[in-house]
């Protein structure tokens, strides 16, 4: 299945119109349509975490909804903690995104790692960064906005002109031509016969 812009939107769009066991199964039913490899295209592509996946598939193949890990364990999610975030690493990234170089899709790319953002929240929007959450759990956030890493270009050796030197030049100008071969078929050391005088 060809992943096109359009369709990635639509995809992304349902997935964030729902939630919870719904949502799982949804991003599981999509994976399942990728194939083999679908989880991986998923997370890089879609930004879905892995796990969520798994679950969603372990809940359309027994038929039963999973109980919410967050909502189990009491614990608010990123989102009720920093009410701000998402704006916050908007603001922090935008001034460092650039279009997809292929021009292939319009996908936008960061010039900032993930660690480089955590330090520009803590520097520039005031947070403690023992109090942000993991790296991985910011990556997550910055692809679900639509924000990947900057793909890495393999630099390919310049080639090297060959340029003449100037000595080349006056080597070949002050070359002298060859001397023709002289045509005369007397040897300058034989003596001529002296001439008969008429009787």
């Given amino acids: 299945m060809e992943l096109t812009p359009e369709l990635i939107k639509v995809v992304k769009g349902g997935a964030e119109n729902l939630e ?6 949804f991003m599981a039913g999509f994976v399942r349509l990728l194939g083999r490899g679908g989880q991986r295209v998923a997370e890089a592509v879609l930004g879905w975490n892995r796990g969520t996946v798994r679950k969603g ?17 009491g614990q608010p999610s990123l989102e009720e903690r920093f009410p701000s975030l998402l704006q916050d690493l908007r603001e922090v990234v935008e001034p460092f995104l650039q279009v997809d170089p292929t021009l292939r899709s319009e996908r936008l790319y960061r010039k900032l790692t993930t660690r480089e ?14 109090g942000l ?11 679900g906005l639509g924000y990947y890493p900057r793909r890495v270009r393999k630099s390919k050796p310049k080639k090297r002109s060959l340029r003449r030197m100037p000595s080349s030049t006056r080597s070949t100008s002050s070359t002298l031509a060859p001397t023709p ?19």
Avoid: F, W
């Fill in 20 to 25: 919870g066991a719904p949502r799982r199964r």
């Fill in 57 to 73: 598939e372990e809940e359309l193949r027994d038929g039963v909804d999973r109980p919410d890990g967050r909502k189990d364990n």
């Fill in 117 to 130: 953002v955590v330090q520009r929240l803590v520097s520039e929007k005031g947070y403690s960064e023992e």
């Fill in 133 to 143: 959450p993991c790296d991985e759990a910011i990556r997550q956030r910055l692809n």
């Fill in 181 to 199: 071969p002289s045509t005369s078929c007397a040897s300058p050391s034989t003596p001529r016969p002296p001439s008969r005088l008429a009787s």
